[in-house]
């Protein structure tokens, strides 16, 4: 039965499918936003997309997916060496994609007010990019970036981005005009924080520490009723010195509220830490995407 499953779920051709639409999906809600509401309102982008519309607005017979195309070959370089060869080529694919999608997906938003377009824009683009990071490779720029340094360093893929395009925000403060650079800004962060929900969302994994005197009963239910592996850790109160046993488990956000009850119910005065992840390494409950 295992054995069918693995085939089932590595099959290239529906896996490659799968990637490909996600891809196709993410890069299409990108490039909307982009066509239909930062470049019309002279907005910034993120990464290697802002350098791009720098250059644009400088240049306005410079095409913007020609533009994209070209300056995603040095990173496409650096790519090659830092990260996986399954993740570099679905990155090929996904650049393309999307540098299509810019220079065929318009779009007109009937939103006049600066701030909603910001707003809208940066919802559109961090579902967009977190669709696109869903699936086994990205669309190129500094997206290859980002996934090296959560490979080698755990720094959120938002959290990078975010903090590389304060270079594209001090380019934009220097050459255009103010306002526009906030909105910008606006943009910027509203995007990366969805873009951050959209991948972790409610597979984001807490980690749970108890402390009491049941502890053997409580692991026992957690195994049983949650489905959950506990890890016996042995302690000492410094207070009192006796020996205690402290449970660790690691479970997804929809379970926390039911090993909570568990815990109430059995041992209302159990001393109870509960913890984010940024990242969990693991078969079952693991959830770092295989860049």
Not at 18 to 43: D, E, K, Q, R, Y
Not at 71 to 94: D, E, H, M, Q, T
Not at 236 to 262: H, M, P
Request: net charge positive; aromatic share 10%; charged share 15%.
């Amino acid at each position: 039965m295992k054995t069918i499953s693995k085939k089932a779920v590595s099959h290239p051709i529906g896996q490659v499918l799968l990637n490909l639409l996600l891809l196709t999906l993410g890069s299409m809600l990108c490039a909307m936003a982009i066509n239909g509401i930062l470049i019309p309102n002279g907005f910034l982008s993120s990464g290697l997309t802002g350098l791009v519309l720098i250059l644009h607005y400088l240049f306005p017979f410079l095409p913007v997916a020609a533009l994209y195309f070209l300056l995603n070959v040095p990173v496409f370089i650096l790519g090659w060496k830092f990260v996986g060869r399954r993740f570099f080529f679905y990155s090929i694919a996904g650049m393309t994609i999307f540098s299509v999608c810019l220079a065929w997906a318009h779009a007109s938003f009937p939103v006049q007010d600066m701030l909603c377009s910001a707003l809208l824009a940066g919802i559109l683009s961090g579902v967009g990019g977190g669709i696109t990071l869903k699936s086994l490779g990205s669309a190129g720029g500094t997206d290859i970036l980002s996934v090296a340094l959560l490979k080698r360093f755990s720094v959120r893929i938002g959290t990078t981005t975010l903090a590389f395009n304060c270079i594209v925000l001090l380019a934009g403060a220097l050459l255009f005009p103010l306002e526009k650079v906030l909105y910008t800004l606006i943009y910027i962060y509203v995007s990366t924080r969805i873009l951050n929900l959209v991948i972790t969302g409610l597979s984001q994994r807490k980690a749970v520490m108890i402390v009491s005197n049941l502890g053997e009963a409580i692991s026992r239910k957690i195994l049983e009723d949650i489905k959950r592996g506990v890890t016996v850790l042995r302690g000492q109160g410094a207070y009192s010195g006796r020996d205690e046993k402290v449970l660790y488990t690691v479970v997804n956000f929809r379970e926390l509220a039911r090993v909570k009850q568990l815990i109430r119910q059995m041992d209302p005065q159990a001393f109870v830490v509960v913890s984010d992840t940024l990242e969990v390494m693991g078969q079952r409950i693991g959830n770092q995407p295989q860049y």
